[in-house]
């Protein structure tokens, strides 16, 4: 995923599941409108702390990746 994803302010909807994707940038947290983010069956073994920035945020699909940790407690 590219850094200038967080370009792209008027997002709401990215689905990437099963893309062999393996990080996802710090700027996915200038995503204000973002409410559906679907990863599901990637390579991730982390998410950015910027995540927790996206306030409008309504499903977040992470199974088949993993994930060591949870990017932070609002997200426990």
Do not use: F, K, Y
């Not at 008027?10 to 995503?31: E, F, H, M």
Request: net charge negative; aromatic share 2%.
């Amino acid at each position: 995923m590219p850094e200038a994803i967080g370009d792209l302010p008027d997002l709401r909807r990215i689905d990437l599941a099963w893309n062999r994707i393996t990080d996802v940038p710090p700027s996915i947290g200038r995503l204000r409108r973002l409410a559906v983010l679907l990863l599901d069956g990637n390579r991730l073994t982390g998410l950015p702390q910027e995540i927790g920035r996206l306030g409008a945020l309504r499903e977040l699909h992470l199974d088949g990746n993993a994930l060591e940790a949870s990017p932070g407690p609002c997200w426990s």
